[in-house]
C-alpha cells in the first residue's frame, strides 16, 4: 500500500533562514512524487514534481526538492525563505504502477518576519 | 484560461438531505477527481474517474456517489448527509496522457451538514 508521511505538523522559520519541508514515502513500484502548496480558503497549487533522473528537482517560487531513494524521502527546500511562503504544504506519491495519488497529512509552514 | 471550478463555494444543510457539489473543468481532462480534507487527514480520495462513463470508488466512497455524463463535470452527490460528511471538499483534474502528470484543483466547496 502507499502512504506518506510528513513527520511535522508545523515548521516555523525566521524570513531569510533556510527552509526544510521533510516528506517519506512508501510505494510499490518507482515512485512520482509531488510537493503542493495551499494557502488560506484556496485548492491546492503545483510546486514541483520528480519523476525520474536528477535527483534535486526546481519548481515555482524558488523551491526545490531533494530525491533520496535509498531514505524513501523526498523534502521540499527553500534556500531564503519569505513571510509570503507561509501555508499549508502537502506531499504525494503515486507508484509507477498506476495508483492514484497518496496525499500526506500536510504541514503548516510560517515563516516570521 | 483553462480552470477547474466548484460550486457552491460554502453550503449548509440538515441531516438525511440529498446535496450535490458540481465540479467543471475547461482543461479538456480525461481525469477527475473528488477529495475531501479533514484536518490531520490531509487530502482522501472519494471517487474519481478516468473518462466518461467512467467512475470508480476512492478510499473514503460510502455515502457519496458521482456520474460522469460529459469530459467536462464530476458531480458529487450525498445520498443522504451526514455530520461526519461536514469537511471541505476538493475537485481535482489531470491529463491522461501521462501517469505522472499533476493534478489540478478547484478553489474547494466548504460544506456544513447540521
Redesign the interface.
Known amino acids: 500500500a502507499q502512504s506518506v508521511a510528513q513527520p511535522e505538523d508545523q515548521v516555523n522559520v525566521a524570513e531569510g533562514n533556510p527552509l526544510t519541508v521533510k516528506c517519506t514515502y512508501s510505494v510499490s513500484g518507482n515512485p512520482y512524487l509531488f510537493w503542493y502548496v495551499q494557502y488560506p480558503n484556496r485548492g491546492l497549487q503545483f510546486l514541483l514534481k520528480y519523476i525520474t533522473g536528477d535527483n534535486l528537482v526546481k519548481g515555482s517560487y524558488g523551491f526545490e526538492a531533494e530525491f533520496n531513494k535509498s531514505q524513501t524521502s523526498f523534502h521540499l527546500k527553500k534556500p531564503s525563505a519569505l513571510v509570503s511562503d507561509s501555508a499549508l504544504y502537502f506531499c504525494a506519491v503515486r507508484g509507477s504502477y498506476g495508483q492514484n495519488f497518496v496525499f500526506g497529512p500536510g504541514t503548516r509552514l510560517s515563516v516570521l518576519p | 484560461d483553462a480552470e ?1 471550478t466548484q460550486s457552491p463555494r460554502h453550503k449548509i444543510t440538515e441531516t438525511g438531505r440529498q446535496v450535490t457539489l458540481a465540479c467543471h473543468q475547461t482543461w479538456n481532462h480525461n481525469n477527475m ?1 473528488w ?1 475531501r480534507q479533514d484536518l ?6 472519494i471517487h ?1 474517474s478516468y473518462g466518461v462513463q467512467d467512475t470508480n470508488k ?1 478510499e473514503v466512497s460510502d455515502g457519496y456517489s458521482v456520474s460522469r455524463s460529459n469530459t467536462e463535470d464530476l458531480p458529487l452527490t450525498l445520498e443522504s448527509a451526514a455530520s461526519s460528511q461536514t469537511s471541505v471538499y ?1 475537485c ?1 483534474s489531470s491529463d491522461r496522457r501521462s ?2 502528470n ?7 466547496t466548504r460544506l456544513t451538514v447540521l
Not at chain 2, 499533476?102 to 474547494?108: A, K, L, M
Request: proline share 5%.
Open positions: 477547474i477527481f477529495y490531520g487527514h490531509g487530502l482522501r480520495l474519481y476512492g476538493f481535482a501517469s505522472y499533476e493534478q489540478f484543483f478547484g478553489p474547494g
